[in-house]
């Protein structure tokens, strides 16, 4: 199980990946942080398009 301390430091631009859910495997950049719900929205690459998709924090991973 992951922490919120660990997972609180998103940041818009923060490149991530997606480790859970229908998007797993998918990359992506960070577009807007909402830490009250502890979701994210990410810009990823669907079929060449960028299309949003929202996560919670648990079911990304920031990628260097």
Request: hydrophobic share 35%; glycine share 8%; with cysteine.
């Given at each position: 199980?992951?922490?919120?301390?660990?997972?609180?430091?998103?940041?818009?631009?923060?490149?991530?990946?997606?480790?859970?859910?229908?998007?797993?495997?998918?990359?992506?950049?960070?577009?807007?942080?909402a830490?009250?719900?502890?979701?994210?929205?990410?810009?990823?690459?669907i079929?060449?398009?960028?299309?949003?998709?929202?996560?919670?924090?648990?079911?990304?991973?920031?990628?260097?």
């Open positions: 199980v992951q922490t919120c301390a660990l997972r609180s430091h998103f940041q818009p631009g923060d490149h991530v990946r997606v480790i859970e859910g229908p998007f797993a495997n998918f990359t992506g950049s960070i577009q807007e942080v830490p009250d719900q502890q979701k994210i929205r990410v810009l990823v690459s079929f060449g398009r960028e299309t949003p998709v929202t996560l919670d924090y648990g079911h990304v991973e920031k990628t260097v």
